[in-house]
């Protein structure tokens, strides 16, 4: 089961509300379903929340050693209550897919993801689950720093808070360690949206002619 879901971001106002935040926003949006309270532990060098759920407790953890030092956060609270890497799930941005999509994996490299990389130092494992919400790519290598550290803009934070709150109805299965099905609602993707509908035919015809008036018949003439 996961015991210790991790967002990734970086701490104060003017990080808030960027695309590198987007997995501070999904464990915000955790913590308000499971009805808990997100608080400064110096110990773990982050915002904390402790949850029971169905008889287990669960761990939230934002960072808040910037991004590139996040593994330092994560370590000190697996290795003190004794959280495997395989009970870890770290939710990031990821630039290679789109706005709305999400997936779900466990393992492999960071992508270049900075955070990934100090966590699997950190944790010395890279065994962990990550949930890679899309924020979508410039499409130029040399603009991706100033593009992640950038505000979406409004269509694109729309898409990325409605796939939030489609993965996160995944919660109860990652909780109870139901991972398989955790990865189908996951990558189910947002629904496609319908096609317009056409309009009826017309089955009524073409309007009819108006009728001709009746002729009248001229007065007969008196006879002379």
């Given at each position: ?43 773990w060098h982050g915002h904390v929340a402790r949850a029971n759920v169905a008889g287990s407790t669960v761990w939230l953890l934002q960072p808040m050693t910037f991004m590139n030092r ?155």
């Open positions: 089961m996961i015991r210790l879901f991790v967002g990734l971001g970086n701490p104060g106002p003017e990080y808030e509300a960027t695309r590198h935040n987007a997995g501070f926003w999904w464990v915000d949006a955790l913590a308000a379903k499971l009805g808990a309270r997100l608080v400064a532990e110096r110990s996040s593994g330092q956060s994560v370590a000190a609270l697996a290795r003190f209550y004794k959280i495997a890497p395989a009970e870890v799930l770290v939710v990031h941005d990821e630039l290679d897919l789109a706005p709305g999509q999400a997936k779900l994996k466990c393992g492999g490299g960071s992508g270049g993801h900075n955070g990934l990389k100090d966590i699997h130092a950190q944790l010395g494992s890279a065994d962990f689950w990550r949930l890679r919400l899309g924020i979508g790519h410039p499409g130029v290598k040399a603009e991706v720093i100033d593009y992640v550290l950038r505000k979406p803009s409004p269509e694109q934070r729309e898409a990325i808070l409605a796939s939030i709150e489609r993965t996160l109805a995944a919660s109860p299965e990652l909780i109870a360690g139901e991972m398989e099905r955790a990865t189908m609602k996951i990558h189910a993707g947002p629904p496609r949206p319908r096609p317009p509908r056409k309009p009826a035919p017309d089955v009524s015809g073409p309007p009819s002619a108006p009728a001709a008036p009746a002729a009248s018949n001229p007065p007969a003439e008196d006879p002379p």
